[in-house]
């Protein structure tokens, strides 16, 4: 028996399937450029009640796409939420609804190269001046512009996002009134040399990535910083392709660095010497010959403890295998070749900032099970002591690796209802609650 299909539905029909083809390994993708209108519902169903999916056009160049809460009211102060690697706005959906209870407008986007933002080239060979610090900050300053909002009440950042929330509240405090920063820690602008003329020693450059890499590969057995294997052509090949297929794949990274593997022990390293970072686990200090894919996929989680997992379904995993299965990884990994390491242009811009700090309030919150505390040695310590002047609060949370606000989103909800209640602002936050 033939059913006869709407024209809607036979194009979510046909996306699906066309999402299903494998690609060879360097065969180029239109990613960027997809007409989102076509694809089945962000999320896969997978969305609580309450937040909603919407794109928003001409912002720096982009159609951004973002989930959002708490918009039925006009007036509330808006919180901004950027997420990291590789995540999309949808990693955020577990802390939106109480945000927005509190009182807030809450904004989440799929960044510059992510998920159904479009307007960004998605070859490796893109012009990356779009993924730097700066440009990043811009996406985030036209989004809440475009929605109507001259502040912000909080913008936090995880992961990849956090240098991007830090550098927005670090540039532009006028717009971001607070941070909260989770997971990667932010160790303030690169310094210039000081009174040099006059006889100051000229400080000791620090190592880059590229040596540290040099260093890893003479350990037995020989490592690798992932950061730069991030950077390399065929990194995005690894992962889109991985032989476990790429819903295995992201179940095996997200366990892996969750508190669910109990090998996360994280503590201080002394230095960033290859000795000392080769404590780290393998999704960050790589072995030399393996891509990540071949990394991840021994700690894929057995069948019970998939089950068991209530942070992250099934059909939640499926929601980024879909995604990234659509737009591969290059445009996400863009931000690991101009926004990490030691690349000239990127430091340039950002020494224009040298000696600058965070004066508004700020707030850190990682997981105790999460290596990413710790995986710049010192780097902890420099946020708290000169980078972040207002340090008002600093969580590391039990029960929660590397996916904090996904793994323990309660607690990270309370944490920051409590930091925006206390230097946000909360009469205007009361007025708003009234409306």
Known sequence: MFTTLSRREFLAVTTVAAHRLVREPGQARSAARTDISTLPPYGNGTIPAGIRSRTVANVNGLTVHMLEAGFERQGRPAVLLLHGFPELAYSWRKVMLPLAAAGYHVIAPDMRGYGRTTGWDDSYDADPDPFRILNMVRDSIGLVYALGHRTVAMVAGHDAGAPIASWAALIRPDVFRTVTILSSPFEGPPSLPFDT??????PRRA?????LDAELAKLNPPRKYYQSYQRTRGANDNMLHAPQGLHAFFRAYYHYKSADWKGNKPHPLKARTAEEMAQIPTYYVMEKDKGMAETVAPFIPSPAEIAACKWLTEAEVEVYATEYGRTGFTGALQGYRVRRGSDPKSVAE??????????????????KSDWGVYQTPGAVDRMQKTACTRMVGFHLLDGAGHWVQQEQPEQVSAQMVAFLREYAGTQRVTAARRQ
């Open 197 to 202: 003329a006059n006889g100051a020693a000229v």
């Open 207 to 211: 190592i880059t990535d590229d040596e």
């Open 350 to 367: 950002m020494l224009t900032f040298s000696g600058r700090t965070i004066d508004v309030p700020s707030m850190y919150i990682a997981g």
